[in-house]
Nanobody
Framework: QVQLDESGGGLVQAGGSLRLSCAASARPSFIYAMAWFRQSPGKEREFVAAIRWGGTRTYYSDSVKGRFTISRDNAKNTVWLQMNSLKPQDTGVYYC???????????????WGQGTQVTVSS
């Protein structure tokens, strides 16, 4: 089993920055990929970014590309999401996800965090 603990959400003005973190309680070899998803009010959960645990390649949705950066620290079992140039439409609950066998842009990951609220005011 993998437990994911997210932190770093909050309220920020448009144009500002936030950094989300997700700590995974699992053996590093158990995780294949980690990702961030978000769910805005009245919308379905959507893919934001993903990274393979054993590599450096990253994946982003078009809506955040160039503004958000996903990174990881294997030694700390932690993945981060640096969010810059935030927009009101980035508002939502951000979820960390992990999978032991695949990287996907669909919300079909095996393990999920509890979510952290990000609110961007205009």
């Amino acid at each position: 089993q993998v437990q994911l603990d997210e932190s770093g959400g909050g309220l920020v003005q448009a144009g500002g920055s936030l950094r989300l973190s997700c700590a995974a309680s699992a053996r590093p070899s158990f995780i294949y990929a980690m990702a961030w998803f978000r769910q805005s009010p009245g919308k379905e959960r959507e893919f934001v970014a993903a990274i393979r645990w054993g590599g450096t390649r990253t994946y982003y949705s078009d809506s955040v590309k160039g503004r958000f950066t996903i990174s990881r620290d294997n030694a700390k079992n932690t993945v981060w999401l640096q969010m810059n140039s935030l927009k009101p439409q980035d508002t939502g609950v951000y979820y960390c996800a992990a999978d032991s066998s695949r990287l996907s842009m669909r919300d079909e990951y095996d393990y999920w965090g509890q979510g952290t609220q990000v609110t961007v005011s205009s």
